[in-house]
T-cell receptor
């Protein structure tokens, strides 16, 4: 079976501070990993994904995530957040042999001035 | 490029009533997904279409839910009869290829269903 755990339901942070949103997955086979973001009143959109190759993947707006196979993690980080980063972030996984993308429960990132 | 369109955006019904949701994917996208997102949880796949064929409906409660994608374009999801636990946001997504969930999925704004 495959599963995703996002331990933090909310992460409050001040503008320009660094942030890390945690994601751990459970799977006994190879995985593909995704971060989706949902801004207020908008649909989910892909932020970044790991399929193969370099374990560090980056998005166009300064987020990065590192695939750590030994720790079964895919944490999302940004060195300096903006007010506009306020959104809900979902980690998702699909394992080889599975046909279903499994999402975590989401982490609400709240950036305040 | 127009995004994934869904209607209605909001729907309130009484239990045991029927309801239908509509989705228009991005033009040319071969794969269409319907997800259910209950408050406080991540989206859960209900059904996946590739063109007009069903690829995966293993998590669709078939006794009350049905979906179709005529002509491989628009899709409708129906619930009949609705139960209280069906209250959720129903998300439609589409992806351009047919290689499965490694494709980027593009999501619509969702339909928020409240069952009273």
């Amino acid at each position: 079976a495959q599963s995703v755990t996002q331990l933090d339901s909310q992460v409050p942070v001040f503008e320009e501070a660094p942030v890390e949103l945690r994601c751990n997955y459970s799977s006994s086979v190879s995985v593909y990993l995704f971060w989706y973001v949902q801004y207020p009143n908008q649909g989910l959109q892909l932020l970044l994904k790991y399929l193969s190759g370099s374990t560090l993947v980056e998005s166009i707006n300064g987020f990065e995530a590192e695939f750590n196979k030994s720790q079964t993690s895919f944490h999302l980080r940004k060195p300096s957040v903006h007010i506009s980063d306020t959104a809900e972030y979902f980690c998702a996984v699909i394992s080889t042999g599975y046909s279903t993308l499994t999402f975590g429960k989401g982490t609400m990132l709240l950036v305040s001035p | 490029e127009a995004g994934v369109a869904q209607s209605p955006r909001y729907k309130i019904i009484e239990k045991r009533q029927s309801v239908a949701f509509w989705c228009n994917p991005i033009s040319g996208h071969a794969t269409l997904y319907w997800y259910q997102q209950i408050l406080g949880q991540g989206p859960k796949l209900l059904i996946q279409f590739q063109n007009n064929g069903v690829v995966d409906d293993s998590q669709l409660p078939k006794d009350r839910f049905s979906a179709e994608r005529l002509k491989g374009v628009d899709s409708t999801l129906k619930i009949q009869p609705a139960k209280l636990e069906d209250s959720a946001v129903y998300l439609c997504a589409s992806s351009p290829g047919t290689s499965g969930h490694t494709d980027t999925q593009y999501f619509g704004p969702g339909t928020r269903l409240t069952v009273l």
